[in-house]
């Protein structure tokens, strides 16, 4: 059984994704949209509720979890992998991992692996400006600004924070106003620079992909996190059959509980009812 988990419905992007590329595999998804938005939280209080949704992951039996939070994964999966996790795994001495979404993200911003070389990448590869909608937390941590600069000191990158987005999809404010809302940020975006390409930098902003792509620039391309995470996925199970992810197709949906108003977006988007249950 594999864990997927989120601050609240966002993580279902990348959920669909997962499902697509490895069927077979077995998933329970956790939406802590109780607690939701994470992107405006105290980065202690995004820690504290990560690690407790980690713990009802790992009590369903998950050995392996995806963060698919990117405000969750840039404030603290650094901190659960090196210090929480080790303690967790000698306690139940079982193999246990998390990963999150920011590494299979900037591989694919970058067109490089993640220990690969910018020297050894052969060919230069062409200069661009990519743009990064994020949560205010996730912009703050600069992690996809420096992490893509360490990498490809060519690229310029510009961030927007979006800080009412993600809480105006799980509380299911009326579509127009979510498709003002994105105008307003690529707006801004726009007076800074033009982007040539776009990382949808949170879980929920692929929910409204279409208004993004009406807002920018005809044509810019959108670097697709759930994809790039999806094969991320496969490769990393190829190389740890220590953890076992199930061969059964099982899906379980579990949340801390949600606003209603919300579904008809997250179920236009799945193309099905959510069977979800309380967490
Ligand atoms: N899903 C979270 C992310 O990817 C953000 C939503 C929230 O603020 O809770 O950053």
Same mark, same amino acid.
């Given at each position: ?84 996790? @080790? ?86 404010? @009326? ?105």
């Amino acid at each position: 059984m594999i864990g997927v988990f989120d601050s609240g419905f966002g993580g279902l992007t990348v959920q669909h994704a997962l499902i697509e590329a490895l069927p077979q595999r077995d998933f329970v998804y956790l939406g802590d949209n109780r607690n939701t938005p994470y992107g405006t939280k105290p980065p202690i209080d995004v820690l504290t509720l990560t690690c407790a949704g980690l713990e009802r992951l790992f009590g369903e039996g998950c050995t392996l979890v995806i963060v698919a939070c990117n405000t969750a994964s840039v404030v603290a999966l650094r901190w659960i992998q090196q210090q929480w996790l @080790p303690a967790r795994r000698r306690e139940d001495g079982v193999p246990r991992n998390v990963i999150g979404i920011v590494v299979p993200t900037i591989e694919a911003a970058t067109g490089l692996g993640w220990d690969e070389e910018p020297a050894a990448a052969g060919e230069a590869k062409p200069s661009s400006t990519i743009a990064v909608f994020a949560t205010p937390r996730t912009v703050e941590s600069g992690c996809y600004p420096i992490e893509i600069r360490k990498r490809r000191p060519d690229i310029t990158v510009v961030q927007q924070a979006c800080p009412e987005l993600a809480s105006a999809i799980e509380q299911g404010v @009326p579509r127009d106003d979510i498709r003002t809302l994105v105008e307003e940020y690529v707006g801004e975006l726009r007076r800074k620079a033009t982007p040539d390409r776009v990382i949808l930098g949170c879980t929920h902003y692929p929910l409204v992909a279409e208004f993004f792509a009406a807002a920018l620039p005809r044509g810019v391309p959108i670097i697709h996190q759930p994809q790039a995470t999806a094969r991320a996925l496969r490769f990393y199970l190829d190389r740890h059959p220590e953890y076992d992810a199930g061969n059964a197709g099982q899906r379980m949906f579990l949340s801390t509980g949600f606003s209603a108003e919300a579904l008809p977006l997250i179920e236009r988007f799945w193309g099905d009812k959510l069977p979800f249950r309380q967490a």
